[in-house]
């Protein structure tokens, strides 16, 4: 088993409740992206790490998300006073490379619903 | 900014068939481009990437070709299969990001 992994599989909050997810890379992979899939729509790009480089949080949808990764590895994207709208798939993908013309690999994310 | 578009939207064959699915995407400074399938509640597997410099790629029954002049990629699935029934996402990356298609919702009968 050397794929994306994320946790928790599932996840339900009450609306203002705080949520950290996770997400372990592939061993190696210097790259390590978040993304979101909510209903009816399609992925959309949230955050993006790159080695040592500072993130490219330019997909995050307010201020509310966070993410951080620890020791080049081990990621947690982090939400806020949860809002229903927040109710979505959050996927993670690593890709082994510093270019942008590495393949990402996904796991296999994490529903969250906001009652 | 890059927008990608997928059509269909959906589309059901006979066992057998072979069937395009088409991807085209607004800004041709991409870096690549990847086919991803996504099974119901589960996440996405990469079928097949093709960097901005090729032409096409071929991994048994699919083969996917890029013609980045003109924003568009076709993904060519032959003697299709009921397991391959599935969403097929297109995905372009330019800049750090992959920016996706709506996908193609694929159910193959048998």
């Known amino acids: 088993g050397a794929g994306v992994s994320q946790s928790p599989s599932n996840k339900v909050t009450e609306k203002g409740k705080d949520v950290e997810l996770r997400c372990d890379p592939i061993?190696?992979?210097?790259?390590l992206y978040w993304y979101r899939q909510s209903l009816g729509q399609g992925l959309e790009f949230l955050i993006y790490?790159?080695?040592?480089?500072?993130?490219?949080k330019s997909g995050l949808p307010s201020d509310r998300f966070s993410a951080e990764r620890t020791g080049g590895s081990v990621s947690t994207l982090t939400i806020q006073r949860t809002q229903q709208e927040d109710s979505a798939v959050y996927l993670c993908?690593?890709?082994?490379?510093?270019?942008?013309?590495?393949?990402?690999?996904f796991g296999p994310g994490t529903r969250l619903t906001v009652l | 900014k890059q927008e990608v578009t997928q059509i269909p939207a959906a589309l059901s064959v006979p066992e057998g068939e072979n069937l395009v699915l088409n991807c085209s995407f607004t800004?041709?400074?991409?870096?690549?481009l990847q086919w991803f399938r996504q099974d119901p509640g589960k996440g996405l597997t990469s079928l097949l990437l093709?960097?901005?410099?090729?032409r096409e790629q071929t991994s048994g029954r699919l083969n996917a070709s890029l013609d980045k002049s003109s924003g568009r990629s076709t993904l060519y699935i032959a003697a299709s299969q009921p397991g391959d029934s599935a969403t097929y996402l297109c995905?372009?990356?330019?800049?750090?990001?992959?920016?996706f298609g709506e996908g193609t919702q694929l159910t193959v009968n048998p």
């Open positions: 093709i960097q901005s410099s090729q």
């Open positions: 061993s190696g992979h210097t790259a």
């Open positions: 800004d041709s400074a991409i870096y690549n």
């Open positions: 993908a690593s890709s082994p490379g510093a270019g942008v013309h590495n393949e990402q690999f």
């Open positions: 790490f790159q080695g040592n480089s500072a993130p490219d």
């Open positions: 995905a372009v990356t330019s800049g750090s990001r992959l920016t």
